[in-house]
Structure formats: structure tokens, C-alpha cells
């Protein structure tokens, strides 16, 4: 165990919190160099520790190599590379015009990193949704308290190991633990706190930063629904919406939930479903379900769904693994159509058109992401202009989150702020407005009383209507 790590666990959270920040208060975090440091020491770990972190992933969830290297690692270092790319620019202060009655002078915004702040990641992308954020904290010239998901212990553990190897110690530090330990850390006064998590867990820690008046960047799950229009390319769908629902074993926030699909053609899309799945499912090393608990979830699920399932169950208790169903028609109030699912469960409910489907999700909570497959132009556009969502995909699915660039959040109950490129360093800075005015030439007259010429004057140059 590194000596920093040690160091880590004979503190308290609070000690950890002064220490970073005293860092924070020593300047040193929000010269450039140093924040480019940091990014390309984010981008070091995960290219050189790519071994360590894939076979962590794997222990934990059983995540293939190759997925957990596509899912996890390329993402976070595209992030880094990106922020680093665009940091000099993102660090610019914007100039604003000054007004009559604050002239002479000149005014600018600038981006002012927080402070000392925390992220809280889920088990499912266990290393980009805890690096992810930290790009977007750093690149903005804060201190940072990462706190890994407890149900990914190999992962965490490498995770600790590593970040102080790599980051500067004093500025980022690794706090593990459970809902105990994230309980102490959410006590505490944080400049900004991002969770990634459930919506249960996200009302915990606004609530416990209510106490504070820390800001929080929520970045939640839900259902996330799919609509297939009759005129979509079936297959093409079908194949895509199987990839999303298969990816980590639909333990993705951003997987499709359920399928709303046009009645006339719900057959053959079906079908089509059904064959990709089944063909993954025997094809594809599956992910495990992270634990016990959530495969008896999962199963509780298929309890009393009231439709029809297409593809025999297979269930492994040992591996926690579960084969990919599929059910049609399920019951509108049944648990399956009701929970966000978080698993390989792909429900399908036929509507008599697009717009009963829009219908549909508008009478249920905003969505973190909506897909939508059609060929047609209108109808899509249509489709994106009625409902509400954090993002959307016409055509695909998941792929929207991987645009570095694009702001990446939910809206209402799946979320609140965004980050990803520009979007996480503006989450974790405060945009700073400042006027300089110059005080050679100061006019007694501009001060109270104002005379009945200096009132007049006033008047004119803010071209105020004269009475
Ligand atoms: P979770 O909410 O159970 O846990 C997330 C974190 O919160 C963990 O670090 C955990 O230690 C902590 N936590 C759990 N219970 C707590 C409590 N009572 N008090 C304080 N802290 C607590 O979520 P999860 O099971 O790890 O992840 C699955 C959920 O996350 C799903 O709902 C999924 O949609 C969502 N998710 C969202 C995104 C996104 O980017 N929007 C990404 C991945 C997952």
C-alpha cells in the first residue's frame, strides 16, 4: 500500500477536506500548468494501468476487457484530451460592453475554480464516472474528494492506489467506503458536490447539501424510453436497441428501458429483437449482474409482468449471470414498467402511432435519455421537439454520451447540471463578474445630490424618453 494511501485512511474526512483545502488556498491549482499536469497524469493512468484497471472491472462485474477498455478508460482519456485541448480557451475571460452609467470602464466574466469539491460515483462505469468528473474539477482548477462505488471494491481499490501515484496527493484524494463513509462525507461544507447514482440517493445528498447550501450536480437514472416508428429500418433498430440493452448487461444509465413501438410493425421489430438477443446471449461474454441482491431484483421483475416472455430464462447464480429476456406487452402498472430496470430486461408495448408514444413518455418522468428510430426526418425531429429528455439519439442509442464536446445530464427527476468537455469545467467554476474603473479624472458631480444637470445629463445618455 502506497504511503499516500495510508495516509488517506488515518485521516477523517474532515482532515481530508482541510488538507485539500489548504491547497486549494495556496493558489497553486489554478495556474495552468498545473492544471495540464494533472490532466495528462489522468491520461497516463489510465493508458499505462489499462491491465490493472480492466482486470478490476472484471473481478467486480465481470466486465469483458475489451468493453471495460471502450467503456471506462477510452472515454476518460478522450475527456482528458479533450479539456486539455480546449482548457486556454475555456480560461479566457469574455469582455462585456459597459453601459453609460458605469463608464468609464471595463468589464469581464472570468472562470473561478469552487474550491474544494466532491464526487460520488456509482459501480456500473466505475472508472469513468468517477474520472469523468474529475477531468472537468480539475481542468477548472479545483481540489478534489473522489468517492468510488463501494459495490466495485477491486475497482475502488485500484482507483486508490493509483490516483495518488499519479495526481498531486494534496489536491485529489481517494476516500472509500460505503454509505457510512459517504454519509460523514456529505456532513461536510464542500464547494460543489456531483453524484452519480440513483434518484433515491440523489435526494440524500441534495438534502445533505441543503444543510450546507452546496450546489450539486445530480446526475441520475430513470427510464429511459425507445420509440420505433413504423417507417424505421427494422433491423437496423432491432440491432442496435439489442447492443444498448446487452452493453455491461443493461446496467447503464442511459440504456433504453423499454420499447414503445408502432403496432403495425411490432411483429417483425420483435422478431428481429429476439434474434439479436439471442444470438449475443449465446455469443458474447456476458457481464455479471453486480450482485446478489440486484439478480434477485431482476428476477422479482420478471415476477407478475403480465406479458409474454420471448427468450427462456437463464439465470447463474455463481456467475450472477442472466441472460437477456425479452417481454412483450407487459402490464402498464407492473413493477418492470414502473422501476428503472438496470438489467438485461427489454420490455415492448405497442402504440397505435408516434404520436400515442410521445403521449406516452409525457405522461411519465423526464427521462435521462429517448431514443427514436425513423427514417423520416419530421417524424424524429417531431418527436424531439414533444418530449423532454437530458439527451436523445435518433437512429442509435447510448452513442450520444461519447460526443466529448456535448453537455451530458438529465432534466427533472433524472437529473439536474451537466458536465462532459466545456459543460463539466463550467459546472465546477463560478463565473466571476468584474468591472475596473479607472480613478483618474473622478467627477464630484457624479455623486449624491445630483444636480439638476447631472440628473439631465443622465437622462440623455441613457437615451431615457423625455418627459
Ligand atoms: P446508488 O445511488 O445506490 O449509489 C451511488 C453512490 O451513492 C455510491 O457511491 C454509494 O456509496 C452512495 N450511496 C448509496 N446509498 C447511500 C445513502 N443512503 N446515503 C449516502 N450515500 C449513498 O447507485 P448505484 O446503484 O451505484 O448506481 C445505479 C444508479 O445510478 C441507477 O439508477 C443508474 O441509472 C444511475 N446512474 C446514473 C448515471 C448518470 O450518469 N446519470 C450513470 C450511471 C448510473
Known amino acids: 500500500m502506497s504511503s499516500d494511501r495510508a495516509k488517506a485512511r488515518t485521516e477523517t474526512v474532515e482532515e481530508v477536506r482541510e488538507r485539500l483545502g489548504e491547497t486549494f488556498e495556496s493558489g497553486r491549482t489554478t495556474n495552468v500548468v498545473w492544471?495540464?499536469?494533472?490532466?495528462?497524469?489522468?491520461?497516463?493512468?489510465?493508458?499505462?494501468?489499462?491491465?490493472?484497471?480492466?482486470?478490476?472491472?472484471?473481478?467486480?462485474?465481470?466486465?469483458?476487457?475489451?468493453?471495460?477498455?471502450?467503456?471506462?478508460?477510452?472515454?476518460?482519456?478522450?475527456?482528458?484530451?479533450?479539456?486539455?485541448?480546449?482548457?486556454?480557451?475555456?480560461?479566457?475571460?469574455?469582455?462585456?460592453?459597459?453601459?453609460?452609467?458605469?463608464?468609464?470602464?471595463?468589464?469581464?466574466?472570468?472562470?473561478q475554480p469552487l474550491g474544494t469539491v466532491l464526487v460520488i460515483a456509482p459501480w456500473n462505469?466505475?472508472?469513468?464516472?468517477?474520472?469523468?468528473?474529475?477531468?472537468?474539477?480539475?481542468?477548472?482548477?479545483?481540489?478534489?474528494?473522489?468517492k468510488p462505488s463501494e459495490l466495485a471494491p477491486a475497482t475502488s481499490a485500484v482507483l486508490a492506489e493509483l490516483v495518488p501515484q499519479h495526481l498531486d496527493p494534496d489536491a485529489v484524494a481517494v476516500v472509500e467506503g460505503g454509505v457510512d463513509v459517504t454519509t460523514e462525507l456529505l456532513d461536510q461544507p464542500w464547494d460543489h458536490i456531483l453524484f452519480t447514482g440513483s434518484t433515491r440517493v440523489g435526494q440524500v445528498v441534495m438534502?445533505?447539501?441543503?444543510?450546507?447550501?452546496?450546489?450539486?450536480?445530480?446526475?441520475?437514472?430513470?427510464?429511459?424510453?425507445?420509440?420505433?416508428?413504423?417507417d424505421a429500418d427494422l433491423k437496423v433498430a432491432a440491432r442496435r436497441i439489442a447492443w444498448a440493452k446487452w452493453l455491461n448487461a443493461g446496467q447503464t444509465c442511459v440504456a433504453p428501458d423499454y420499447v414503445l413501438v408502432e403496432e403495425h410493425v411490432a411483429d417483425t421489430f420483435t422478431r428481429h429483437v429476439v434474434e439479436e438477443l439471442a444470438s449475443v446471449r449465446d455469443r458474447a461474454e456476458p457481464t455479471s449482474i453486480v450482485n446478489s441482491s440486484h439478480l434477485a431484483r431482476l428476477e422479482g421483475l420478471l415476477d407478475g409482468h403480465g406479458g409474454e416472455e420471448l427468450l427462456p430464462r437463464k439465470v447463474d447464480a455463481d456467475s450472477r449471470t442472466f441472460a437477456p429476456?425479452?417481454?412483450?406487452?407487459?402490464?402498464?402498472?407492473?413493477?418492470l414498467m414502473q422501476e428503472e430496470i438496470f438489467g438485461p430486461i427489454l420490455p415492448i408495448v405497442s402504440v397505435e402511432s408516434v404520436a400515442d408514444a410521445v403521449k406516452f413518455v409525457n405522461k411519465r418522468p423526464r427521462p435521462l435519455a429517448l431514443y427514436v428510430f425513423s427514417e423520416s426526418g419530421d417524424t424524429s425531429s417531431d418527436v424531439l421537439w414533444r418530449t423532454t429528455s437530458g439527451s436523445a439519439c435518433v437512429n442509435h442509442a447510448v452513442y450520444q454520451v461519447a460526443i466529448p464536446s456535448m453537455p451530458f445530464g438529465g432534466v427533472g427527476?433524472?437529473?439536474?447540471?451537466?458536465?462532459?468537455?466545456?459543460?463539466?469545467?463550467?459546472?465546477?467554476?463560478?463565473?466571476?463578474?468584474?468591472?475596473?474603473?479607472?480613478?483618474?479624472?473622478?467627477?464630484?458631480?457624479?455623486?449624491?445630490?445630483?444636480?439638476?444637470m447631472v440628473q439631465k445629463v443622465m437622462r440623455m445618455v441613457t437615451r431615457w424618453p423625455s418627459r
Open 35 to 111: 492544471r495540464e499536469r494533472q490532466l495528462k497524469a489522468v491520461i497516463t493512468l489510465v493508458e499505462k494501468h489499462e491491465k490493472e484497471l480492466t482486470e478490476a472491472m472484471a473481478a467486480d462485474l465481470g466486465k469483458p476487457a475489451f468493453e471495460g477498455w471502450l467503456t471506462d478508460l477510452l472515454t476518460t482519456r478522450d475527456e482528458a484530451k479533450y479539456a486539455l485541448k480546449h482548457l486556454d480557451d475555456w480560461m479566457k475571460a469574455t469582455k462585456h460592453a459597459v453601459p453609460s452609467v458605469a463608464q468609464p470602464g471595463k468589464a469581464w466574466t472570468q472562470s
Open 125 to 146: 462505469y466505475p472508472v469513468q464516472l468517477l474520472l469523468s468528473p474529475l477531468v472537468g474539477a480539475l481542468a477548472a482548477g479545483n481540489t478534489v474528494v473522489l
Open 207 to 230: 438534502e445533505a447539501a441543503a444543510k450546507h447550501l452546496t450546489p450539486v450536480t445530480l446526475e441520475l437514472g430513470g427510464k429511459s424510453p425507445t420509440i420505433v416508428a413504423g
Open 325 to 335: 429476456v425479452v417481454v412483450r406487452e407487459p402490464d402498464l402498472d407492473s413493477p
Open 413 to 452: 427527476p433524472s437529473g439536474m447540471g451537466a458536465y462532459h468537455g466545456k459543460a463539466g469545467f463550467d459546472t465546477f467554476s463560478h463565473t466571476k463578474s468584474i468591472l475596473r474603473r479607472p480613478t483618474k479624472g473622478d467627477m464630484k458631480v457624479a455623486y449624491a445630490p445630483y444636480s439638476g
